[in-house]
C-alpha cells in the first residue's frame, strides 16, 4: 500500500513508519519537526518537512497518490492547548481538515487516526471506560480529538471515506517526549538518570492506563487490513497509580532516590482507564507488554540516549 503519515517523525508515529516499512508498504512521511525528530524517520520512507496546515499538502497528496492516511500530525500537550486554544485548535483542527480536504480531492479510500481514550471521556461514570462512555473532554486538546472524530464521521457519511479511529490511553515507551499524556514516564527517567530528585504531583495516586508503544504500532498495523468505519479504545484496561511509576523507574535505573511530593495539580483528572473489549474482538488486538516489561524497556532507551 502506498501510505502516508503525519507526524511520522515523532514518538508513537515513528514506531509505526518503521513497522508499516518492515511490512512492505511504501511510505510518506509529513512532519513540520515541532516536537519530532529526523532522525526518527525511517530512512526507507521518504520525508517531507512541512506544516499540515500549509496548502503546500495537496501536492504531496497529488503526487503520492495514496491508498491510506495515517493521521498522528498533532499540538499534544494537554497543557499548551489550556493555555492557547486557538494556536492547539489551528493544528489539531484546521490542520486535520487541510489534511482531510487533500485526502479526499486525492482519492484516498481510508484514514485512520490517533484520538485519546486517556482525554476524550473526561472525568469517567465508570471504569473502565468503553466506546460508549459519555464523551466530556475537559480541555481543549481533548475536544479537538472528539472534533476531528466528528469530520471524520462526515467524510464517511459524504465522500465515503473509510476510518478507524483509534482512542490511545496514555503512550510510553522509547521515543517519547515529556509533552505527550504519559510525558510522566519520560520525566521521571531523564530526572533519575541525572541523579536529580524527581518530585511527584500530590499523593501520587491519580492513575492513569499506561500502554506501551509497540501495543499501539500492532493496533496501527491491524487497522490497515480493517474492512470498515469503527472507533477503538486502545488501552491496557488496568490503572497504575503514579507511585507505582516512581517505584518501578527507581529499580530499573538503579537509584536509591526517596519518593518527594509536591503540590497536587489543580484540576488533575484523578483516574483514567479504558476497555479493549471491542478492539480484542474486532481487529484480535490484545496488549501483550505489561508495565513493568515496558517500564524496563524505556528506561533502558532513557540511560542510552542520555549517555550519548
Ligand atoms: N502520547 C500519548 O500518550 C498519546 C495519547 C493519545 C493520543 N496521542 C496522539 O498521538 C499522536 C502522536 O503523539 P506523540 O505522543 O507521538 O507526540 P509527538 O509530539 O512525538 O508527535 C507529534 C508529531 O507531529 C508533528 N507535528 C506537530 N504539529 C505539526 C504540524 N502543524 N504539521 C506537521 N507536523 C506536526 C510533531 O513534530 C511530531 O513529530 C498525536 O496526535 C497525539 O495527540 C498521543
Given at each position: 500500500m502506498r501510505i502516508i503519515v503525519t507526524g511520522g517523525a515523532g514518538f508513537i508515529a515513528s514506531h509505526i513508519v518503521d513497522a508499516y516499512v518492515k511490512e512492505g508498504h511504501s511510505l510518506v512521511v509529513v512532519d513540520d519537526l515541532s516536537s519530532g525528530i529526523k532522525r526518527n524517520v525511517n530512512p526507507k520512507?521518504?520525508?517531507?518537512?512541512?506544516?499540515i496546515r500549509d496548502e503546500k499538502l495537496d501536492e504531496v497528496f497529488k503526487a503520492g497518490n495514496f491508498d491510506v492516511v495515517?493521521?498522528?500530525?498533532a499540538q499534544m500537550d494537554v497543557r499548551k492547548s489550556v493555555a492557547d486554544p486557538q494556536f492547539d485548535a489551528s493544528i489539531n483542527v484546521l490542520g486535520g481538515l487541510n489534511v482531510f480536504e487533500c485526502a479526499r480531492r486525492h482519492g484516498v479510500r481510508k484514514i485512520i487516526f490517533s484520538?485519546?481514550?486517556?482525554?476524550?471521556?473526561?472525568?469517567?461514570?465508570?471504569?473502565?471506560?468503553?466506546?460508549?462512555?459519555?464523551l466530556r473532554p475537559l480541555s481543549p486538546y481533548g475536544i479537538t480529538k472528539l472534533c476531528t472524530e466528528k469530520y471524520l464521521f462526515y467524510y464517511k457519511e459524504v465522500h465515503g471515506i473509510d476510518h478507524v479511529v483509534l482512542r490511545y490511553a496514555n503512550v510510553y515507551g522509547p521515543r517519547q517526549n515529556p509533552h505527550g499524556e504519559a510525558g510522566v514516564?519520560?520525566?521521571?527517567a531523564n530526572k533519575m538518570i541525572r541523579g536529580e530528585q524527581a518530585v511527584i504531583n500530590g499523593d501520587g495516586k491519580q492513575t492513569r492506563d499506561y500502554t506501551f508503544v509497540g501495543d499501539v504500532v500492532k493496533a496501527n498495523v491491524a487497522a490497515l487490513s480493517y474492512r470498515g468505519s469503527?472507533?477503538?479504545?486502545?488501552?491496557?484496561?488496568?490503572?497504575?497509580?503514579?507511585?507505582?511509576l516512581f517505584d518501578n523507574l527507581r529499580v530499573h535505573l538503579n537509584q536509591s532516590l526517596l519518593e518527594k511530593?509536591?503540590?497536587?495539580?489543580?484540576?488533575?483528572?484523578?483516574?483514567?482507564?479504558?476497555?479493549?473489549?471491542?478492539i480484542h474482538k474486532e481487529l484480535g488486538w490484545l496488549p501483550s507488554v505489561s508495565l513493568s516489561d515496558g517500564l524496563k524497556i524505556t528506561a533502558e532507551y532513557f540511560k542510552k540516549s542520555v549517555n550519548n
Amino acid at each position: 500500500m502506498r501510505i502516508i503519515v503525519t507526524g511520522g517523525a515523532g514518538f508513537i508515529a515513528s514506531h509505526i513508519v518503521d513497522a508499516y516499512v518492515k511490512e512492505g508498504h511504501s511510505l510518506v512521511v509529513v512532519d513540520d519537526l515541532s516536537s519530532g525528530i529526523k532522525r526518527n524517520v525511517n530512512p526507507k520512507a521518504s520525508f517531507v518537512h512541512l506544516d499540515i496546515r500549509d496548502e503546500k499538502l495537496d501536492e504531496v497528496f497529488k503526487a503520492g497518490n495514496f491508498d491510506v492516511v495515517n493521521h498522528h500530525a498533532a499540538q499534544m500537550d494537554v497543557r499548551k492547548s489550556v493555555a492557547d486554544p486557538q494556536f492547539d485548535a489551528s493544528i489539531n483542527v484546521l490542520g486535520g481538515l487541510n489534511v482531510f480536504e487533500c485526502a479526499r480531492r486525492h482519492g484516498v479510500r481510508k484514514i485512520i487516526f490517533s484520538s485519546t481514550g486517556g482525554a476524550i471521556y473526561g472525568e469517567q461514570d465508570y471504569f473502565p471506560a468503553d466506546e460508549l462512555h459519555p464523551l466530556r473532554p475537559l480541555s481543549p486538546y481533548g475536544i479537538t480529538k472528539l472534533c476531528t472524530e466528528k469530520y471524520l464521521f462526515y467524510y464517511k457519511e459524504v465522500h465515503g471515506i473509510d476510518h478507524v479511529v483509534l482512542r490511545y490511553a496514555n503512550v510510553y515507551g522509547p521515543r517519547q517526549n515529556p509533552h505527550g499524556e504519559a510525558g510522566v514516564v519520560a520525566i521521571f527517567a531523564n530526572k533519575m538518570i541525572r541523579g536529580e530528585q524527581a518530585v511527584i504531583n500530590g499523593d501520587g495516586k491519580q492513575t492513569r492506563d499506561y500502554t506501551f508503544v509497540g501495543d499501539v504500532v500492532k493496533a496501527n498495523v491491524a487497522a490497515l487490513s480493517y474492512r470498515g468505519s469503527n472507533i477503538f479504545n486502545v488501552g491496557t484496561g488496568i490503572e497504575h497509580d503514579v507511585n507505582f511509576l516512581f517505584d518501578n523507574l527507581r529499580v530499573h535505573l538503579n537509584q536509591s532516590l526517596l519518593e518527594k511530593h509536591g503540590p497536587a495539580k489543580l484540576g488533575e483528572q484523578m483516574r483514567s482507564v479504558i476497555s479493549h473489549s471491542k478492539i480484542h474482538k474486532e481487529l484480535g488486538w490484545l496488549p501483550s507488554v505489561s508495565l513493568s516489561d515496558g517500564l524496563k524497556i524505556t528506561a533502558e532507551y532513557f540511560k542510552k540516549s542520555v549517555n550519548n
